[in-house]
């Protein structure tokens, strides 16, 4: 009985726990589902404010939309390009400053030689400008030496002539080695300067001018005529009236004659003497038609007389 009565009143204290327990749960669900105050609005200030976040994919720009800065347009140009430029620009500058001073020096070479013809191909002569004026002997003798020793254009005509002789196997009974040109050479120089020695003399005597003068004509067609016909015709001591060249066609035909002495035998006096002459005129001819049109050769080199 007594067991009984104490079992009785431990189930009833546990059902009277149990109750308090489930009232307490459920006042405190009804705070929980009570909703709580609105607080009042603040103005959140400059300081407390959270930056605001760019969005993590914009959104492209259009392609013909302007950049709003250059370094937008050109990212990486004062970069990566820069080096690589500034090589291209100092290679540009060498190039350009080194062919400025080739073009100088061309220039100061051409301005040197524009006198060229005169000192190494054709020999003195007279200018288009130049007035024609009667030769003393002291002139006289000074064209003869240049004519005839003083001036590289003496040998490096002869040296021309005996390399045509040397071609042509002429004298055959020479060599064609370099002793065979040599004997030309000489041979050629030895009968040049006897004709020219005797063209000046036969000049002095006559009061003739030695010189070629430039046509004072304008025109390719009289130029040319003039040349041709000044091998054959010279001034006499007015420099007015024109004469034939005697002394001229007589100093080469003489220094043909004059060659044979050295040549191999057997050899004709006359035929040397008539080829000589030959020469003279189509030689002649050729350097006068030279120093007329040297000076229109300078200008197109750039180089004015």
């Known amino acids: ?133 009667p030769l003393e002997a002291k002139q006289r003798r000074q064209i003869y030496l240049q004519q005839t020793l003083v001036t590289p254009e003496t040998y490096l005509k002869r040296m021309f002539v005996a390399g045509i002789d040397q071609a042509r196997g002429s004298p055959h009974q020479w060599d064609d080695g370099w002793g065979g040109y040599a004997e030309r050479f000489a041979s050629r120089e030895g009968q040049f300067i006897a004709a020219n020695s005797l063209a000046a003399l036969g000049n002095a005597a006559l009061k003739y001018d030695p010189l070629y003068d430039e046509c004072a004509c304008k025109g390719f067609k009289s130029r040319l005529r003039h040349a041709i016909v000044r091998n054959f015709l010279t001034y006499n001591r007015t420099e ?33 003497g008539g080829r000589a002459m030959l020469g003279q005129a189509g030689y002649g001819a050729l350097l006068n038609f030279f120093i007329e049109f040297a000076g229109d050769i300078n200008r197109k080199l750039g180089a004015p007389r």
């Open 240 to 272: 007015e009236e024109m004469r034939p060249q005697w002394a001229l066609y007589g100093g080469a035909f003489a220094g043909g004659v004059i060659s044979t002495a050295w040549k191999p035998h057997p050899r004709n006096a006359f035929a040397e």
């Open 1 to 133: 009985m007594g067991k009984t009565f104490w079992d009785a009143r431990s189930l009833w204290t546990t059902f009277v726990i149990a109750v308090f327990l489930m009232l307490s749960c459920m006042s405190g669900w009804g705070q929980d589902q009570t909703p709580p105050p609105a607080p009042a609005p603040q103005q959140p200030s400059q300081q407390d404010a959270p930056p605001p976040k760019a969005p993590e994919n914009p959104p492209p720009k259009p392609p013909d939309a302007p950049s709003s800065s250059p370094s937008e347009n050109h990212p990486k140009e004062e970069g990566s390009s820069s080096p690589a430029q500034a090589a291209a620009k100092k290679t540009k500058d060498l190039t350009i400053q080194a062919a400025e001073e080739t073009r100088k020096l061309g220039e100061a070479t051409l301005l040197q030689l524009r006198n060229w013809e005169s000192g190494w191909l054709t020999g003195p002569y007279s200018g288009r400008s130049r007035p024609l004026l």
